[in-house]
């Protein structure tokens, strides 16, 4: 089966004409797809006639994008006076260029499905993002926006200010006087994370934020049902692998959000004044304390690099499992290094190295190891600790020294392109799925 086309479209480098060609353009190419059998019923050459589409679609996005991303980040957000979080920025740009992204419809019926059987709409996502944030002026305002409080924590903030606890579906948050503590409680898959417990996280990280009674975060998970850890604490297994085999993985409230949202917001704070001066005076920023019950794997470790105070149990690990995984760890490699230095996070990233609470290694990420039944009163120092006045303002400039905004910026430029295109690679999906059959006979 030959691939449709034979010819790519010539962008002129006037946005009307420019978006009219693309959507013409794409149109066909979508039509040849649409034309096709489900993709887990295709032929080989019907396969290979497929990939030859989208690799043709993607690369005539890519140089459109290179001629119009800041021009039409500016037409979506009316010059930076709009701030869109990537939800809607997406959607309006689907609506505003088709052809440039997949629509809202066609999304839906994309999540609907597993992940082998998906088309990999996702990828076209991420080409777009990938380009925006590449843009200093464009992508900043991205990051910015995306530090903004949800409206969902707004909405909940009154209530917790009376009741000092708010029940979320994966999340609960009580406050005890100074600290605000946040438990994971994904109880049923090692507190692995997953598209809820992301929306769960970023609205509870948003209430301690907001929240003036409250100088510091305690974040902790809760007790497991699992069998082998019945009755104990874990922080947490990292990204739920069965949700991935099964399509339930999100790119933009996930792979990326989960970046751009939570942890990005502990790290350098909630946006609350857009249009102040300084950093300082736009954003609300609060020390946070991390408690490591049996293990922090992926996802888990990668939240321990942000966060000002890292206390774990003596029988405790740490990893960041990617080479076995076949996914880039977020941003670990990114923050990893200067925690640990290059040769060991090489050997955590690479190779799978798990760091034992038992070796001197583990002092380099986690600053204190006491056994489980001194865990409570170790946190308790901690928060003491960190409530002190001068530490939020400290902490802030840390932040600027060790990861600039345009370093993070940068960074997710290139790690949205790769991690998505990692989530639809062969290796990925053999692997969800030789584990998801292993938990199937297991049973």
Known sequence: MRAWPAFSPEFTGALDDDAALLDRYAAEGQRFLDGLPAKGRRTEKEQDGADRTHEALRAARRAFLTHHTERLYDE????????????????????????????????????????????????????????????????????????????????????????????LDSVVVERHADAAHVTFRNGHCLNAEDNRLIADLETAVDLVLLDDRVRVGVLRGGYVDHPRYQGRRVFSAGINLKDLRNGRISFVRFLLGRELGYIHKILRGLLIRPDAGLWAERTIQKPWVGVVDSFAIGGGMQLLLVLDRVIADDGAYVSLPAADE?????????????????????????????????????????????????????????VRDLSAP?????????????????????????????????????????????????????R
């Open 390 to 442: 001068a530490v939020s303002a400290n902490r802030r400039m840390l932040s600027l020294a060790e990861e600039p905004l345009d370093l993070f910026r940068t960074y997710l430029a290139e790690f949205a392109v790769v991690q998505v295109a990692r989530a639809y690679s062969e290796d990925v999906l053999a692997k969800v799925e030789r584990r998801w059959q292993r938990s199937r006979d297991s």
């Open 76 to 167: 979506l957000t009316a010059a930076g006076t709009r701030r869109l979080t990537l939800p809607f920025l997406l959607e309006g740009a689907a609506e505003r260029f088709p052809g440039l992204l997949p629509d809202p419809a066609r999304m839906r019926a994309e999540e609907a499905l597993s992940q082998e059987d998906k088309e990999g709409y996702e990828i076209d996502q991420a080409i777009f993002c990938a380009a925006v944030l590449g843009s200093p002026r464009a992508g900043t305002h991205l990051v910015e926006t995306m530090l903004m409080p949800t409206q969902r924590a707004k909405g909940m903030l009154a209530g917790f200010r009376d009741t000092d606890r708010v029940d």
């Open 326 to 382: 076949g996914i880039v760890p977020g941003l670990g490699n990114l923050r990893l290094t200067r925690m640990t230095g290059a040769r060991l996070a090489r050997q955590v990233i690479l190779s799978g190295r798990r760091i034992h609470m038992d070796e001197a290694e583990s002092r380099l990420v986690c600053d204190e190891v006491v056994p489980a039944g001194e865990m409570d009163e170790a946190v308790k120092r901690a």
